[in-house]
């Protein structure tokens, strides 16, 4: 574990969700053969963190985030939400991938309505689709179409969607992977105040060192796969955070050391 020493965190209020993932082994079978993915992952993420998990490419980080969606079960082991067994989705927890996925056909409002409407509750909770628009500033694109959105506006789409279900756990696959440096950027300080405001749980997947202290309360570092805990790293420092944070940058160093990318400091 990588120690630090700085000011008392900043956390927002306990609304999301209790996670615990207990001893989780998973693999896949390939042309008839076995790759592990994950080894004995175990940890605890606390009602109201954002927690980020760092790793190397293809090492299984996606793969927890299926298991923690309840997307397919664990080979062994078990995840509890709130101290119950994940057995499969659920609204209380919900995903936003790298990918924004949103129904060319249908306006942006109707895209974010989509968990209301397959739930049969549009009718009566209408109001919660312009209050996410609202949260996520596209309240003047409600009609609008995903063409005539921008990456960055088209991802704010696909959260404000994950939003409308007022979700206690929010599941963030890389969510920022394809937009430009710029846009990227105010995406992450926008993604902090959502979740400070909310105070869902959240759990986030991503590639860049930057991004997970920038945001995360705790940073969870994976090995090669199969993926392995290496660290868990308390980001002990209070929002907004600056990037040029002298503590951040050190710890940036040790991160990258973990990730035997120490040479490319």
């Not at 082994?25 to 042309?31: A, M």
């Not at 960055?152 to 937009?179: F, S, T, W, Y």
């Not at 907004?240 to 490319?264: C, N």
């Amino acid at each position: 574990m990588v120690a630090a020493t700085a000011p008392a965190l900043e956390s927002p209020a306990a609304a999301g969700m209790d996670l615990v993932i207990s001893r989780i082994d998973h693999h896949f079978e390939l042309r008839g053969e076995i790759l592990p993915v994950l080894d004995n992952v175990s940890l605890r993420v606390e009602p109201g963190e954002l927690v980020a998990l760092l790793g190397p490419s293809g090492c299984g980080k996606s793969t927890l985030l299926r298991l923690v969606a309840g997307l397919e079960p664990p080979a062994s082991g078990h995840i509890l939400a709130d101290g119950a067994a994940i057995r499969g989705p659920a609204p209380s927890r919900v995903v936003v991938f790298q990918d924004p996925t949103l129904y060319p056909w249908r306006t942006v409002f109707d895209n974010v309505a989509l968990g209301l409407e397959a739930r049969g509750q549009l009718k009566t909770e209408k109001h919660r689709v312009t209050e996410a628009l609202k949260l996520v500033g596209l309240l003047g694109f409600a009609t609008a179409y995903p063409q005539q959105l921008s990456g960055g506006m088209a991802q704010r789409a696909a959260l404000a969607r994950a939003l409308v279900n007022d979700p206690r756990l929010l599941i963030l696959d890389e969510p920022l992977g394809k937009l430009d440096s710029m846009t990227r950027i105010a995406m992450q300080s926008e993604l902090v105040a959502l979740w400070r405001k909310a105070g869902f749980t959240a759990l986030l997947v991503t590639h860049d060192v930057e991004e997970a202290l920038y945001m995360a309360t705790r940073v969870i570092v994976f090995s090669e796969r199969p993926a392995r805990v290496v660290a868990d790293v308390k980001v002990d420092r209070p929002y907004p955070r600056g990037r040029g944070d002298t503590y951040l940058v050190d710890l940036r160093h040790q991160l990258l050391e973990l990730l035997g990318l120490g040479s490319s400091w």
